[in-house]
Structures are given as C-alpha cells and as structure tokens.
C-alpha cells in the first residue's frame, strides 16, 4: 500500500507496519532502496538470545495433583511407599512457609544444612579449646607448685636419691613442661587470663547450641519435606516408565 511512507501487512501480523518507524534500523525504505540498488550491504538483525523464564509451577498444585493421579490402578503399591499422614504434613509445612516452588524448597533446605553443620563446627571448636584450657591450667598449677622441688632436683645433679624422695612432684612438672611443648606454649598465660577465657566460651557455646538446636529442627523440617516431595517426584517418573513399557509391549 502506498502513501507517505510505504506499509507493509505479514501474514500473523496484526496491525499494519510502516517501513520508516515501525521496523527499526536498516528497514527503512530508503535503507532497503539502497540495498536493492547494491549500494549498501544488508546486516540482518539478529534474534534476542534472552530466554524466557520458565513458568514457576506451584508445588502445592503439583504434589496434590500426583497424589490424585497415584489413587489410579497402581494405588496399592502407592499406598505402601507414601505416609499419608506424613504428606499431609508436608504439604501443610511447604504451604506455611510459602514454599511453593522445588528450587526455593531445595534451596532453603541446602542452606540450612550449611548453616547447620557451620554452628556445629563452631561448637565442636569451642568445646575443643574449653578441653585445651582445662588441660593447660592445670599443668601450669602444677608446674608451679613444683617448680621449687624441681630446681632443687637439678641442682642435685639428677641424684636419684633425690628423686625417688620427691618422685610424684618431678613427674608433674616433667609432664608439664611435655604438655607445653606439645601445645607449642612458650610463653605461659597467667591462669586468671585463661579462666576469663574459659568461661566466655562457656557461655559463646550455651548461646551458639540454642542456636544450634533450632537450626537442627529446621534442617530436618526442610529435609524431610524434600525427601517426601522427590519420593513422591521419583514414583510418578516410575510410573510413567512403566506406563510406556506396557503401551510398547501393548503395541507388539
């Protein structure tokens, strides 16, 4: 059709276009003149590779819509994998906390395991310092209160005399010192410093086990759901395995 400017119609076009505005760069009538006159070198335009979002399928919908499908022939064996009691609670957890969604489900139950196993490594490390502390204060009382007897000792040259009469004070101190070397201490830390220490993280790991107790409860809420929904995800690939076997065997 012509006009001021020339309009074009494809066929599954809705609405007529015109060449100048309507189509962009390099499909304007002068620009397509130029080219036909082998004036100019026509550049395709190139398709978006932005791909669309995949619909988001609510999980909800899906799982319940299984569940019916699941009540067909093979219910017997359906009934003997699935708790329903057990779904049902599933499905009231996933709808409680908005998860409707498998890869938000997946998501939050992978985040909570590592925020799980984070608080245990966390208290695993304090108990294990509490434990080196304990060790540690009492080999420095220890090699304290022998230090005396123990310089008297090597004054004696090592007598054995002196030894066997002061046996169990030079058997603490000798393992004092061992146990500092094997903690890599060389310089001793006043015992009140320790016990500051040792109670702070005392009470860091009474705080970080609350913590830790609900994250577990957590984690096994989000894990048990999961489980329950990739069960429920893996029979109904099963049963449409055995579906087009049978209909292949049927066709034979």
């Known amino acids: ?83 329903l009691k057990q779904m049902a609670q599933t499905v009231n957890f996933l709808t409680e906390h908005q998860l409707l969604d498998y890869a938000e489900l997946a998501e939050k139950a992978a985040a909570a395991t590592a925020h799980h196993n984070e608080l245990s490594a966390q208290i695993k490390a304090a108990e294990k310092r509490i434990a080196e502390i304990a060790v540690l204060r009492t080999h420095i009382i220890n090699y304290a209160k022998t230090r005396e007897t123990y310089v008297a000792y090597r004054k004696a040259g090592y007598s054995k005399k002196f030894r066997e009469e002061h046996e169990q004070e030079i058997l603490l101190h000798q393992a004092a010192k061992n146990a500092f070397d094997e903690m890599g201490v060389k310089k001793l830390p006043k015992v009140k410093d320790l016990q500051a220490e040792y109670a702070k993280l005392l009470e860091e790991k009474k705080k970080t086990y609350a913590e830790y107790r609900r994250s577990r409860e957590e984690m096994r809420e989000l894990l048990t759901a999961k489980a329950n929904v990739d069960r429920l995800l893996k029979m109904d690939e099963e049963q449409k395995k055995e579906q087009e076997q049978e209909k292949d065997h049927g066709q034979r």
């Open 1 to 83: 059709r012509r006009g001021k400017a020339i309009r074009l119609k494809a066929p599954g076009w809705k609405n007529v276009a015109r060449m100048d505005d309507k189509l962009g760069a390099g499909y304007s009538e002068a620009e397509i003149r130029a080219v036909l006159a082998g004036e100019k070198q026509h550049t395709p335009r190139k398709k978006s590779t932005v791909q669309p979002e995949p619909p988001r399928v609510n999980l909800l919908v899906d799982i319940q819509a299984k569940l019916q499908a699941g009540k067909g022939s093979g219910y017997a064996r359906w009934a003997k994998v699935f708790n």
